[in-house]
């Protein structure tokens, strides 16, 4: 059975910096492609960050861009998310997504709340 | 970057009604790779429509997905209790975009 689980979530200062983490299981990791989603509270989804299966191709939306770095160790089964300079506008559930497009996996979410 | 819009935002509906969703792109969706997601409160999104027709494993033949270069569709043929969600449409055929949802409520 294909899992994904986010970890990492919290509350957290502006400015401040979180990594969430991604564990993977049921399936091979390292021969797909992830993504990572967003979701404010009462909003849409948002798109976040696209890592290919080897790593070598990343993309940003622009409104993480410079401040987010996604990565993953096909050796752990996992996929991360530095998140830094954080800000209030951040605040959502983070979701860790199988495939580039048309993810038929996605994990429970994680929390991530900016807030002085 | 590609946007997408969702029409109407709302649809109130009854159980047993058929419920058209409407996506349209800002450019064209090259190869047709355009997906919908249900999405219910506290839950993820699930994956209903991939390739604009394709359904997706396990998903009931009550719904299905039509439409090509900037205006897509998802036609819910007989509303049941459980599909009242929001749908969202996504395009992955460059970068990835999701539209603004439609939630489709009871009447």
């Known amino acids: 059975e294909v899992q994904l689980v986010e970890s990492g979530g919290g509350l957290v200062q502006p400015g401040g910096s979180l990594r969430l983490s991604c564990a993977a299981s049921?399936?091979?990791?390292?021969?797909?492609?992830m993504n990572w989603v967003r979701q404010a509270p009462g909003k849409g989804l948002e798109w976040v960050s696209y890592?290919?299966?080897?790593?070598?191709?990343?993309y940003y939306a622009d409104s993480v861009k410079g401040r987010f770095t996604i990565s993953r160790d096909n050796a752990k089964n996992s996929l991360y998310l530095q998140m830094n300079s954080l800000r209030a506008e951040d605040t959502a559930v983070y979701y860790c997504?199988?495939?580039?497009?048309?993810?038929?996996?996605w994990g429970q979410g994680a929390l991530v709340t900016v807030s002085s | 970057e590609i946007v997408l819009t969702q029409s109407p935002g709302t649809l109130s509906l009854s159980p047993g009604e058929r419920a058209t969703l409407s996506c349209r792109a800002s450019?064209?969706?090259?190869?047709?790779?355009l997906a919908w997601y249900q999405q219910k409160p506290g839950q993820a999104p699930r994956l209903l429509i991939y390739?604009?027709?394709s359904r997706a494993t396990g998903i009931p033949d009550r719904f299905s997905g039509s439409g090509s270069g900037t205006d897509f569709t998802l036609t819910i043929s007989r509303l049941e209790p459980e599909d009242f969600a929001v749908y969202y449409c996504?395009?992955?055929?460059?970068?990835?975009?999701f539209g603004p949802g439609t939630k489709v409520d009871i009447k």
């Open positions: 997504a199988r495939d580039k497009g048309a993810a038929g996996y």
């Open positions: 049921g399936f091979t990791f390292s021969s797909y492609e």
């Open positions: 890592i290919s299966s080897s790593g070598r191709t990343i």
């Open positions: 450019q064209s969706v090259s190869s047709s790779y």
């Open positions: 390739g604009a027709s």
């Open positions: 996504q395009q992955y055929g460059s970068s990835l975009t």
